[in-house]
């Protein structure tokens, strides 16, 4: 849109109704991307018109767990958002041709995320996702300029290492002075068909994060939820299933749904 005036971000104005959340991590693997598509969906379950942004540019995934199989349509000057289980999405990586890596760099990557929070077509949502690439980098900064009123979504888990760089990661929103709205600890545990729990990656770190961020903030942060290791999640993630969906009363369906429900 070369030249002309840039468009208004609808989600910054005051009057705004939709809920901006960021989820964020310190690292990659943690699982942010699965926990950004099932909330998602778990929140569409509710009633919710949701909207979820990739913003993950090096690592986009979110088309692919949801089972996104239409590109974005053009009409008139807006983008309009492919709609998969109920969500409607955009994603990097619907712009990239073929599978080749992105290497765009800082003042492209804010560009992209500015046009797909205004120039995408998203009407009246309830609830817009922003799915952000792991670490304390310059997207979440740059959402903070867009849109200051978003929300962060600290996810981790329970290893002290991860629960430390989850913590820098957090710790972006006092300087942004945004709110962090709490810490979701994954792959808490793995429940054994004796129904004893095998804590995998060790435990703590989810609440460390929040006994952590609680105090840098200055205000409570919550942990929000534990979602244990579950086949049932990684195989919907891979078959563009979500696991809310495709197995809501299994161990990871029950605390997404839940934690879903509690924001
Ligand atoms: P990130 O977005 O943090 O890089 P992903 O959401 O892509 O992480 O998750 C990394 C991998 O781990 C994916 O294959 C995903 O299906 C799997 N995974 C994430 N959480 C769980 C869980 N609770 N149980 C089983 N597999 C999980």
Redesign the pocket.
Known sequence: RGGQAEREIPFARPDSLTRVYAVA?G???????????NLAVALADQGLTVGVVDA?IY?F?IPR?LGVDRAPTQVDDMIMPPEAQGVRVISVGMFVPGNQPVVWRGPMLHRALQQFLSDVFWGDLDVLLL?LP?GTGDVAISVAQLIPGTEIIV?TTPQQAAAEVAERAGSIAAQTHQRVVGVIE???WLELPDGSRQEIFGSGGGQHVADSLSRLMGHEVPLLGQ????????????AGDPVVRSAPDGP?GVALRGIARGL
């Open positions: 991590s690292k990659g693997g943690v699982g942010k991307s699965s926990v950004t598509s993950d690592g995934s767990m799915d792991p996810v994954n792959m808490s979602i244990p290791l579950d086949v049932a999640l990684r195989e919907g993630s891979d990871a």
